[in-house]
């Protein structure tokens, strides 16, 4: 590890102070279940690390009326285990609760894993089949960005020198939908996922397909959307051919590689596996028997 300049910011205008006059290499430390062990490699080299876990606007977790906001340093353990969470947006607590092991839930963050923009990351495919977006400040002040959006390649977003991710806000769950995920890992703890798929299905009162969302994980150089298996399901009535044709779909949408981990054509098979499968969760979720 190189030798680095250490501060704790106390409120988000003196992290974003700090991180602007650092230039682009400074980097925020919440949970640091990333961060710490990218430095130690020699994977990043900042030259200043601002600690925001004590932010308060970086702590909340709240279920209101517009939606879930999640602060970018609540621990995914506190998600995960919030009785609002669990009731309203059981996929995100389950997703939350796959991230390593208890002791790095304790510690790794929402935001973390969002800005650590890795292909793979659990917890991003069931916020962007919800239309979540983050809350971002820096020296040219707020915006907001859908996460659908935040990340541009691996290891990278779309954050700018001095900004800092404030949150991400969920909006409530649309009515009679239901989101489900399912990753792919050859050990059931402590691992990345090889392929992992979010699917929304919001129903119209005569149960046909009002809205579809299908979202991939480590298919691509960041989560995709699957959208033209989404208009293969919506406006029709969920059937298990359809079901199975709209999988097959997202398996021919997915931009896979080979590594060692799996070759391509074991990924976009499993995609087509794991679309299936959560479509007929989150139909059974509704009551729909397909």
Request: aromatic share 4%.
């Amino acid at each position: 590890m190189k030798p680095f300049e250490y501060v704790a910011a106390g409120s988000l205008a003196e992290a974003v102070s700090h991180l602007d006059s650092a230039g682009p290499a400074a980097r925020p430390l919440a949970g640091g279940t990333d961060l710490l062990p990218q430095m130690r490699y020699f994977r990043a080299h900042p030259p200043l690390v601002v600690d925001v876990k004590r932010i308060p606007e970086l702590r909340q977790l709240s279920c209101v009326g517009e939606g879930l906001h999640i602060g970018a340093a609540v621990p995914l353990a506190d998600i995960a285990a919030h009785p609002d969470v669990t009731r309203l947006y059981p996929a995100i607590a389950y997703s939350c609760s796959l991230v390593g092991s208890v002791q790095i839930r304790s510690r790794a963050t929402l935001g973390g894993n969002l800005c650590n923009a890795a292909p793979s990351a659990d917890t991003v495919p069931g916020l962007i089949c919800l239309g979540a977006h983050a809350v971002v400040t820096g020296p040219a002040g707020r915006r907001e960005i859908p996460v659908e959006e935040f990340n541009t390649d691996p290891g990278k977003t779309v954050l700018g020198t001095g900004e800092l991710l404030v949150e991400v806000v969920v909006p409530p769950p649309p009515d009679r939908s239901a989101v489900s995920y399912l990753r792919f890992t050859p050990r059931q703890e402590m691992d990345i996922a090889v392929t992992g798929v979010a699917s929304l299905l919001k129903f119209s009162e005569g149960g046909m397909v009002y809205q579809a969302r299908i979202v991939m994980a480590a298919v691509g150089p960041t989560h995709l959307r699957a959208r033209r298996a989404e208009g293969v399901l919506e406006g029709q009535r969920p059937t298990a051919e359809l079901v199975s044709r709209a999988a097959e779909e997202a398996a021919g949408e997915c931009q896979p590689i080979s590594d060692v981990r799996a070759s391509a054509d074991y990924r976009r098979h499993l995609v087509g596996v794991l679309a299936g499968r959560t479509l007929l969760k989150s139909a059974e979720a509704q009551g729909i028997r397909v």
